[in-house]
């Protein structure tokens, strides 16, 4: 088992930042990855940016690319999303998860923090 406990979402005006944090217990010497996820009212939830724990290797979608940086404290067993130039279309519930060696999908999830941007 995996526990991840998401803060640091709030209500940012546009082209401001956002840093998101997840912390992770538990299962952590197993995990494979570590993402971020988003859903907005009335869609379905997206990849954002995913991270691989050992290794450091780090992808993200393309309507973030360049504006979202993942990273990740090994010792802390922490994950941030660094969002900078926000958008309103980039409000929405955002989730962390993790995925475990030898698992393909993302197994264990947060319960998600709201991120919101007013124009």
């Known amino acids: 088992q995996v526990q991840l406990v998401e803060s640091g979402g709030g209500l940012v005006q546009a082209g401001g930042s956002l840093r998101l944090s997840c912390a992770a217990s538990?299962?952590?010497?197993?995990?494979?990855?570590m993402g971020w996820f988003r859903q907005a009212p009335g869609k379905e939830r997206e990849f954002v940016a995913g991270?691989?724990?050992?290794?450091?290797?780090?992808f993200s979608a393309d309507s973030v690319k360049g504006r979202f940086t993942i990273s990740r404290d090994s010792a802390k067993n922490t994950v941030y999303l660094q969002m900078t130039s926000l958008k309103p279309e980039d409000t929405a519930v955002y989730y962390c998860?993790?995925?475990?060696?030898?698992?393909?999908?993302?197994?264990?999830w947060g319960q998600g923090t709201q991120v919101t941007v007013s124009s």
């Open positions: 998860a993790a995925r475990l060696n030898g698992v393909a999908e993302y197994g264990y």
């Open positions: 538990g299962r952590t010497d197993s995990t494979y990855a």
């Open positions: 991270i691989r724990w050992s290794g450091g290797v780090t």
